[in-house]
């Protein structure tokens, strides 16, 4: 398994630095300034990004002309989910983090339904780093998109507590 550790760091800062409107007009000169090539239909849209991995496709998510967010590969993808593979893409997701921490020059914050998820909230684009059994994840996403995808979590999370303590109260009876 492989990532490009410089792309990364390259990609991370310039989607900072952008000035983004997150409308689909910001694809042009986002992707001429990071080299990535836009594949834009009418109902399907996609990105070819250039990290030296072995899928370079990117998926932009976008609804009535706005993008809510782009989601691109950031290592290689494996062909099976092993113990073996859980554990590199572990170690992937821990190497890729502090790179987009030195980067960016902000912590990231913990997912809270997920512990190999992380998040940086800059001012005009939130970075979603996950991992997956087979692959780590990079996510941009709009910070208006982000915050009705966080209130979501947050709501997720707090009834799956309210569902372990009704369970648990039943299991004491």
Known sequence: M???LEGISRITRLAADFDWTWT?????????RTGWQINLE???????TNFAVDR???RIYRSEGKIKHISCFVTDVASSETEEVADEVAQWFTRISEVITTTL?????????DEMELHWLTPKVVFDLAASGYAVY??????DYWRFVDEV???EAEAYEE???DDEDQDED
Do not use: I, M
């Not at 689909?24 to 986002?30: G, N, V």
């Not at 009418?42 to 070819?48: A, E, G, I, K, V």
């Open 42 to 48: 009418d109902r399907y849209s996609d990105l070819t």
């Open 24 to 32: 689909l007009q910001d694809l042009e000169p986002f992707c001429s």
């Open 163 to 165: 569902y372990d303590e």
């Open 105 to 113: 020059g902000v912590s990231a914050s913990e997912d809270v339904t």
């Open 2 to 4: 492989h990532s490009d």
């Open 138 to 143: 990079l996510d941009l996403y709009s910070p």
């Open 153 to 155: 979590k947050q709501l």
């Open 56 to 58: 370079q496709d990117a």
